[in-house]
């Protein structure tokens, strides 16, 4: 079975700053797919980046980019230029070869401080 | 487009009472799926649809039931409600599986008393 290791349960990141959310995964299939979502405190979850595992280049997506290491099966989520905005949770999770749902971490809390 | 809609947003249920978290999408996605959230933790699927008439159980499908007649409508059915459901429910749809995100429904918050 995939596993999805978060292992920041809490972050601090200044306005204006970048910040980086670990995603570590493990699997032994060749072919999954890594996906990041924020859930701000009103509940819904957002869509922020996708990488596949046969991607060349590191997804970017405005100020959200993957920064993926296949062979440490890492999955990093960089934020740059942190607003108040920013301030959620943050889950990585991961789609499994011929599955069809998502497999999700325990999340990051993120607070953006002035 | 309204997306992914569930209802109710808020609900409160006894012991052994039954209820039908309702979800339905307009974007004409073939795939939908149902999560629960427990406080503090990530989203574990219950059951999902890769179409109408097609179903499949998901990592914790214990308790609950699902239908798919129609491809807008995926409705969860809790049968005997328990305290341990007690959680926050997602549903979630994807016109794909691979590089396709899945887009969420803003939740229902289930308390079993």
């Known amino acids: 079975a995939q596993k999805i290791t978060q292992t920041q349960p809490g972050m601090f990141v200044q306005e204006k700053e970048a910040v980086t959310l670990d995603c570590t995964y493990d699997t032994s299939d060749p072919s999954y797919g890594l996906f990041w979502y924020k859930q701000p405190s009103s509940g819904e979850m957002i869509f922020l980046i996708y990488q596949g595992s046969y991607d060349q280049q590191n997804a970017t997506e405005g100020r959200y980019s993957l920064n993926f290491q296949k062979a440490r099966k890492s999955a990093n989520l960089v934020i740059s230029a942190s607003q108040l905005g920013d301030s959620a949770m943050y889950f990585c999770a991961m789609r499994p070869p011929a599955g069809y749902a998502l497999n999700f971490g325990k999340g990051t809390s993120l607070l953006v401080t002035p | 487009n309204a997306g992914v809609t569930q209802t109710p947003k808020f609900r409160i249920l006894k012991i052994g009472q039954s209820m039908t978290l309702q979800c339905a999408q307009d974007m004409n996605h073939n795939y939908m799926y149902w999560y629960r959230q427990d406080p503090g933790m990530g989203l574990k699927l219950i059951y999902y649809?890769?179409?109408?008439?097609?179903?499949d159980k998901g990592e914790v499908p214990n308790g609950y039931n699902v239908s798919r007649s129609t491809t807008e409508d995926f409705p969860l059915r809790l049968e005997l409600a328990a305290p341990s459901q007690t959680s926050v429910y997602f549903c979630a749809s994807s016109y794909g599986f691979e590089a396709y995100e899945q887009y969420f429904g803003p939740g229902t918050r289930l308390t079993v008393t």
């Open positions: 649809s890769v179409g109408a008439g097609i179903t």
